[in-house]
C-alpha cells in the first residue's frame, strides 16, 4: 500500500527523535507510525540537521513574531477604520492613498522603511505558506510538480503612451477589447512544457481557412466569451 502524507515541522523533528534516540525505530517502522513514503521518510533522515536547526530557530523567534503579528493587526486595524470613516463621507480611497496611510501607522509604532513595507499581501501569510509549500512538495520529485496559470491576451490592443514628435498633437483612440485567454503550465525545473490551451469566441475563425486546428502548436477551444470556465 502506497503511502502520500505531508508532515508538519514538528512531525518531522518526532520523526528524527523516534530515530536517533533510545527507540531507534527504522525506516520500515517510520513510515507505518508516520504513514508517509520510504524516500520521504529518507529524505527526513537525510535532512534532519536542517530541519532541527529550522525547528530550533522557530522556537526562538516565536516571541518576536506574536509582537510583530500583533503590531501589524493593529496597523491593519486603523487603516480599515480610516477607509471606513472616509468611505462614509463618500470620499473615494484608492490603494495607494490607503499604503501611504498604512505607512504613517507604521512609522508610529517604531518601524522603519527597511522593516515595513505596505502591501496587499500580509507577510505572515507568505511566511506560512512558503513553509506549507516545501511540506507539502517534500517527497515530490521537482520534475513531477506542474503548475498552470491562465492569462488573458488583448491582441489587438495598441500601446497605453507614445512618444510623439515636437508640436505634435496626440490623440487617443478606443481601446480594443477583443482578447483570447491562454492557458500555460510546466514543470517545477522548466523541463517540460505542456501544449498551451488557447481559447477564442469563434470556434473556427477566418485566419483557419485550410488549416487543421489538430495541427497547430496549441490546443485550441472556444466559447462565447473566449473565458475559462
Known amino acids: 500500500m502506497s503511502h502520500r502524507k505531508a508532515l508538519t515541522l514538528e512531525e518531522k523533528v518526532a520523526l528524527i527523535e523516534d530515530n536517533q534516540n533510545g527507540h531507534g525505530l527504522s525506516v520500515r517502522q517510520l513510515v507505518d507510525n508516520y504513514k508517509i513514503s520510504k524516500s520521504s521518510a529518507a529524505n527526513i533522515l537525510r535532512r534532519s540537521e536542517e530541519f532541527l536547526a529550522d525547528y530550533s530557530s522557530n522556537s526562538n523567534k516565536s516571541i518576536k513574531r506574536k509582537l510583530k503579528d500583533e503590531n501589524r493587526q493593529k496597523i491593519d486595524e486603523i487603516v480599515f477604520e480610516c477607509f471606513a470613516q472616509q468611505r462614509a463621507k463618500q470620499i473615494p480611497i484608492s490603494g495607494p492613498i490607503l499604503k501611504e496611510k498604512a505607512r504613517q501607522v507604521a512609522e508610529q509604532l517604531g518601524y522603519t522603511t527597511e ?9 505572515s501569510t507568505v511566511e506560512e505558506w512558503t513553509q506549507r509549500l516545501s511540506t507539502i ?25 507614445s512618444l510623439v514628435l515636437s508640436k505634435e498633437e496626440c490623440k487617443g483612440g478606443k481601446k480594443s ?3 483570447l485567454t491562454v492557458l500555460l503550465c510546466s514543470n517545477l525545473t522548466g523541463t517540460e512544457k505542456l501544449k498551451p490551451v488557447v481559447i ?12 487543421t486546428t489538430s495541427k497547430l502548436p496549441v490546443t485550441w477551444l472556444s466559447n462565447r466569451t473566449a473565458w475559462m470556465t
Open 115 to 123: 522593516t515595513f513595507k505596505a502591501s496587499n499581501v500580509d507577510d
Open 137 to 161: 512538495l517534500d517527497g515530490f520529485n521537482e520534475n513531477d510538480v506542474f503548475n498552470a496559470d491562465e492569462t488573458g491576451l488583448f491582441y489587438r490592443a495598441t500601446p497605453d503612451h
Open 177 to 179: 477589447k477583443e482578447r
Open 200 to 211: 477564442g469566441r469563434s470556434q473556427r475563425p477566418r485566419c483557419f481557412k485550410n488549416i
